[in-house]
């Protein structure tokens, strides 16, 4: 093989995002078999194959090394695996699907402002309550890499299947990381983010697999890719 895989988003606004920022380059992508083919291509440019998938699908097999370029969010690297970031390099951020990941307390909590003061409470937790704190996310390895900075270990994730921001009203968890756009869901669920709570800025990227197979042909060819897009990518570590 000696053509380049670009993974996209497979359907709603995340794909006609994608679409239109390609096409603003140039890029014309097609989907000959409509929007439930997982096949496409870029006009003109026989040597780049176009699959569709989920975000989420795409971040993982970029990790892989089962594709070689893909869109996907950053938050999605981190999440996939620990081994995510070092396993990809960002050609680009696509300046659309902007969210940070997020820590959010009860505003109820008025003396936590900080994550030194969530240490404090995680580690007092388990005398006062009888259990330990307990967090819902669907990012369970961005909270447990940023806890462990944090020097948070007494603590419980409780993996969120439903609304994140719902929980702590329900007696679920008692605090959430989640991903937010402008807080508003969180601030209407009555949360608020640490002052130091921002775990993670993530948008929509351009991703390159340092982990696929990279011959000097599919090399030059990437490049050449790249170049066209006005971005790079350093596929040594």
Not at 191 to 198: A, T
């Amino acid at each position: 093989m000696t053509g380049i895989t670009l993974a996209v988003p497979s359907k709603g606004r995340l794909e006609e995002l994608t679409r239109e920022w390609f096409a603003a380059r140039g890029m014309t992508i097609t989907r000959p078999g409509g929007a439930r083919s997982y096949l496409g291509a870029i006009e003109g440019m026989p040597d780049i194959t176009v699959r569709f998938f989920p975000a989420s699908e795409i971040a993982r097999e970029l990790i892989r090394g089962s594709i070689d370029v893909g869109v996907t969010g950053l938050d999605l690297i981190h999440e996939t695996s620990e081994s995510g970031p070092a396993s990809v390099s960002i050609a680009g951020q696509l300046g659309f699907g902007n969210a940070d990941v997020v820590v959010a307390v009860p505003e109820a909590w008025i003396d936590v402002t900080h994550m030194h003061d969530l240490a404090d409470v995680a580690s007092d937790f388990r005398s006062r309550h009888g259990r330990w704190m307990r967090i819902a996310t669907k990012y369970i390895t961005i909270t447990r890499q940023h806890f462990a900075s944090a020097g948070i270990a007494e603590y419980r994730t409780v993996e969120s299947l439903g609304a994140t921001e719902a929980a702590p009203a329900s007696g679920v968890a008692d605090i959430v990381v989640d991903i937010t756009t402008t807080g508003s869901t969180l601030a209407a669920n009555g949360l608020r983010v640490l002052e130091d709570g921002v775990m993670l800025q993530s948008q929509a990227c351009l991703i390159v697999s340092r982990t696929a197979k990279w011959s000097k042909t599919r090399t030059a060819r990437l490049t050449g890719f790249l170049d066209h897009l006005g971005l790079s990518a350093r596929l040594d570590s």
